[in-house]
């Protein structure tokens, strides 16, 4: 799924900081468990040509620590304080994170207090619109079946400083920030004021996208959930297309930076006839432009199913002037734009033409999560736990090559996954749209 | 759940155009089957007040003539030729129909001759892009798990005697028409210039909306299935809403003339606080206001769901220039209205304010038909194929106080069911969402 | 879907009781509601046959008071308390009908206090397990998306004043009792035992039974759902069965004495090919036997899917000694008696065959409801509502042409709903499955 | 997700065969593909401590040559005729994986035959009941949509030479084979047979098993859907458990030598307290047995739902006589055997018991392949195309470390991947449901 690994220099710094000194972490026995330690760790490359330059030298391949219950922990649970913030745009499986974080606390290391934050880091900021709730193992029981945060959200940073103090007040030893990539530069920065401090609060993300483009990360939850749903549109989008003589479904899914949702509904829903994503830019005009060639399709079966990322098309359209409140970019709406030229196009060849367009927008991300993610979200929130518990801090929990694994912030800020043009996913679904085909 | 019933007058022919003479039909015996005659009839009201005025005088209390298997039959089943068309907008369960057409005509009478032409009432004209298919039990096998209509659809009328020719080209006895309102009186002015040529070709209408606002009608099929998967879209908005302080989450469903779909879908999913529909025009602006209101809920809640009709706001919104192909007035976009005057409205105020925007548009109705529309249009089906053997023509199937009924076309062309201010689903919804209280 | 209606003197007392005299009510005024009176009322039969008889007699045709909210009410709402209690096998939608009643008891009424006994009748009798838990409108807020019954179940009855002394402990009002046939013949007993003492207590029913074959009502909440779940045991048996040469998909379905589930199941999923119910005895063995008749199904297609009440057969299998707390007799299980004797009768003719078995037991029942469902339980429990407050008791709230209404426990109990052997739905559905062609 | 990972003696070969000889294959270009060598492959084994010995040493460690599409390929595509066949138990996905190998033979080759078997290797034996059906880009346009397999299945090995005699008569030159374990020994018996023949036939395997157990292979199709599917039951059994005064909730769901998909259910569902599996063998009685833990769980909380695969607890039931006909042993019914001992064991004790049991049986395997599972299948039937068409044979497509991969059968035939007590999934698991807490 990953469209480039990283390379050496961008992970020069695997290790994970640890609050503390090692003999401060005290055993913590527990039965029936059995206990991982640092040393497991699992390659960050596993291909061939990828190892090649390490078999005959000193080097040791980049590794990433495995994630797992830690026999010493650092912090006494029984006097132990939590805080749980979820931050940016809602993903199926936020409240399954969050339950199993409060459920390993209380169960498997006896914590007593969780705090969760309201609306994001402005939960923890001194500008928050309300006070912590308690989160207990009763009051989570059975937040899994509901979409959405019950923590609430919001994006854009805050003052490190400000939060610190919201988390010394509260007696806050680990923060647990469930969010992206934004988010883990705010929890790097708030690590980074910690160790400046001398503070032992240890600060651990789980990665939240629906885009699954978080780098060092195999798989993000919620996202076999969100293509699940996506398919919805795409088959609605299909109906509606042959339903015509030319008829077009035109289908505009979430993606502002990569295409991986779009691709993989795409592959998922086969009928799909032209799948555009922010990272395969393409032309409108011109003999082999996408009109010429949707307009081939149409002679040939008069219906297409076109999908389309939000970011696709970034030479096409302007970047409007406004920025969301993490910075993030706006475009204007490609799939109002695509609908409009196709719409143009076929007017001016005097061709009839249907096109119905379909914006599920929020629909994929704000239902429930599926079998699959909801059983990742509780692994992801154990992990976390666990990670914390053993005093590791400005890091994540990711998934690499079938292990759990930790991530230092560092390692990801700033990247992002990105569909590879000659990677096995983009040249399979070319192979199933035949959407270079003119 | 109609908003009102049909007055006398608007009844006085409720017989049944019948093609040729009684005396022609002949009697067609089956094993295990049980006969309707036409004198079993539904009272068209049932209610005490209705029929008051029929206590105790010489008029009968108008009727509608229920469906089913007639004993005699008007055509010879081993000569004859039936013709399906589909019209208009899709809604779920339209294979459902096509395949229980084609099944009975072939199994309960041994039809051995059915085409579907494409592409609604243009596809039995002159103009047609394609020549009608053969429909036989095999090719329809499994066509009930498919959304859409194998044979395609269009809007808008044919010239009545070039469609005549066509049926007449290809020796069609029976003509099934599925659609709504435009599609009934296209069947209509078919039936009557068929009487005018004096030729013995039946028109049956099968109606389809996905609004269920067709008169003299309780349920229409695929309404139960729309309502199912708008309630998706309410379910995100709704967990969207939640996630922010003053979260507002706005959902428009389709509905242009009648809010059925977003009534029953606010009902379904009771979270729902605002519900606007075409009938209630309402006031954004004042103290009563939709604005004022949605303030007052947002300052002693903080989230909001709106679900709005494309239809509701017909006050508010000016009607734009363009009409579809089938005459239907567009207006501006009201969802897109109503976020904007929202985002303005709390802008003005200085007041914090997430808007989250949901238009699932052909989602809802270009799915596959759940189990409750299925069976709907099983029947719907059946009962169709009976009222054309049996010589029936200018009528649809109809289903009204837990019968299939056959309906003149003329009984409920050009009228629509509305939801009523002063009815139980109006007055239950608005006890629910509380929407009128300041 | 009412196989049979009810004759005149089953309904010869079709008047609602009312605790008290009339002029205690008093009047309560709510802004912008629409007011229902006693005289609004329905007919129970709507056939012109039915009606006949009434003619230009004197006699008044049955009617059943339509239900809604009446201007004068019965309780002080300030002072009242009410309990809920739910009883018998788990519906979809149990949850939505608590939900509603109690949000309605407080926000249309502005009732304080409400309670839910746990675990049926058996909560309100001093065998209880638990004391009874406050419902308020937040403890109910989103209980509408779990299945089951926050309140838990059982079955069995308990002595009335045993039941009585908790009411009066308590100083409860209304009693809502969310039940099926057993259930009501409970809730009549403790009416009666109420008017004995004098007591100023009213007992309203909701009807509740997955099998939709409660009395005098067109359809009860969960049905829909129970058909639309059945209907991926059906589809699961289809493709198991067209797997294999000869091969049989086999799924048995709820249905101790009627068949609504499993036709309406064999309608929405039309690929099944016998369907088996309890008021339709069937053979096995002999020329025109069930054994037969599948025989030749197999030569004709080598696959087909059998669907069978669990009540079916009943001439075939022995009643077991055992019956259950209600006093249900159990049968043999069907399903493993169809099996056992279709699997030896292929082997005593020594023809291949492949039967998969499918018994989707309580996932029918322990489901969300869907949409559909949903809204009807949202409206029931306000219509129940409305009725207890107007002082009304020893009665249900039902659905009838379009109505909800008031139903006396008297008129139900001891009676069920039945599949009419000449009824539409059982012909449409011999008509489909072609299961009695030899 | 692998319990254990293969030793080196067991990988000892995984060259894949090759058809002839390398000189015979032809370059055949295609636009916009990139080429996969046979260079290009992926570790065994990631884990830093299974490195350690090829470290400083001359042997290299062990690696799945990588899929994909190859520049020569062996057949000439204008001559070349294909089969498929499917083997073995129904899971999701089947259609989705005959799919996408015919559309990639046509539209990526331009193979003109594609032949489908019927009912697995005794349709390409001389006992065949049918035979084959041409399979056409036309004939499985829409096949995805639909559960099961339209080639049907069959379990049990043939005569490898008889079937070498009708792929000879109908020129077959590459044969995919889509089935588990069983196919694969088939597979590989086929192939050995083609080689000592000398003909120029490949074999390819395409692994299916709803268990996930298949080795060398971290994922198959089906999987995760079935895991969703099998939540249904896992919801219910919990809503109707929580319904009772001690109520339990049972489900038994297929797993007869993995608990793959019971453990993954019980993680995405993770209300269940009990998860019973084949890998973990348990006493029911004494102080630490499962009905003591299960009465001391039912003490505390009233409630509780037990999750059991088929073959769990085969050191208490024992195996029946019977095999199916691939040669699987059968053992009695572990659900009934549980249901029965939990039901004596509190009747001994004289304690309240209530008990629902639920069997989803071939719902979970018979029903649409969710999208994860449907792009998965499209990839592996890409994959093995090219792998066929390259020449190779003796070989299945696999998934290992995010790499679609070629694997010799034999390094797969007679393993079987099971849950790892001490690997992470069963120690989260144990973590989640604290089943072994006495």
Redesign the interface.
């Known amino acids: ?2 469209s480039k690994l990283p390379d050496q220099s961008e992970l020069s710094d695997l290790s994970i900081s640890v609050i503390g000194k090692a003999d401060i972490a005290t055993t913590f026995s527990r ?4 206990y991982v330690n640092d ?5 960050v490359y ?4 990828d ?1 090649e330059a390490y078999r005959h030298s000193e080097l040791t391949p980049p ?1 990433f620590e ?1 994630a ?2 830690r026999e010493k922990i650092f912090f006494d649970p029984s006097e132990l304080k939590c805080g749980i913030v979820t931050c940016g745009g ?1 993903c199926p499986g936020l409240n399954d994170v969050i339950r ?1 974080i409060v ?2 606390l209380s ?2 290391y006896g914590v007593k207090k969780v705090l969760g934050f ?2 994001g880091y402005e939960g923890i900021s001194s500008q928050a ?2 006070a912590p709730m308690e989160l207990t193992p009763d009051s989570v029981d ?1 937040i ?6 019950i923590l ?3 994006r854009g940073p805050q003052e490190p400083s400000d939060m610190i103090a919201t988390l010394v007040k509260h007696g806050i030893g680990i923060l647990f920030v469930i969010g992206g990539d934004g988010t883990f530069a705010g929890g790097h920065a708030i690590a980074q004021e910690i160790k400046k401090q001398g503070l032992a609060i240890s600060v651990i993300g789980i990665p939240k996208t629906i885009d699954n483009d978080i780098y060092c990360c ?1 798989r993000t939850f919620g996202f ?1 959930t969100a ?2 749903e ?4 795409i ?6 297309a ?4 030319n ?1 077009v ?1 035109l289908v505009k899914l979430m993606g502002r930076d990569s295409g991986f949702i779009t691709a ?2 795409s ?4 009928d799909v006839n032209f799948c555009l994503v922010p990272e395969m830019p393409f032309e409108l005009e011109g003999e082999c432009g996408f009109l010429a060639r949707l307009e081939k399709r149409l002679e040939r079966k008069h219906h297409a199913v076109i999908v389309v990322a939000e970011g696709a098309g970034g030479n096409l359209v302007k970047a409007t002037e406004k920025a969301d409140a993490s910075g993030n970019v706006k475009y204007q709406d490609i799939g109002l734009f695509l609908k409009e030229h196709i719409q143009n196009y076929f007017k001016s060849k005097s061709k009839p033409l249907t096109i ?8 994929i ?3 429930r999560a ?3 993610d ?2 990742f979200c ?2 992801l929130g ?1 992990n976390a736990v666990h990670a914390g518990m053993a005093g590791k801090t400005d890091m994540f929990v990711a998934y690499w ?4 694994t930790h991530v230092p912030f560092t390692a990801a800020i700033g990247k992002r996954k990105k569909l590879d043009p ?1 990677g ?1 996913i983009w ?2 679904l ?3 749209t ?1 959407q ?1 085909v003119v």
């Open positions: 799924m990953d039965t029936n468990q059995k040393n497991e760790q699992v390659l596993s291909m061939r040509e190892l590794m495995v797992g219950a809602l199993s459920l390993t169960w498997q309201y609306y619109k309300k059975d899994h079946y509901d979409a959405g945060t609430g959200s919001s195999d076999t293509v699940e996506a398919g919805r549109s088959y609605a989008a299909h109906a509606e042959k339903a015509a003589w008829g479904g993989y509904a592959l998922a829903n086969s119905k367009y379909i914006d599920p927008s929020y629909n991300r704000s239902c599926n079998s699959f909801s059983a509780l692994l154990q090559n079938k292990q759990f000659d096995e040249q399979m070319l192979a199933t035949k270079l």
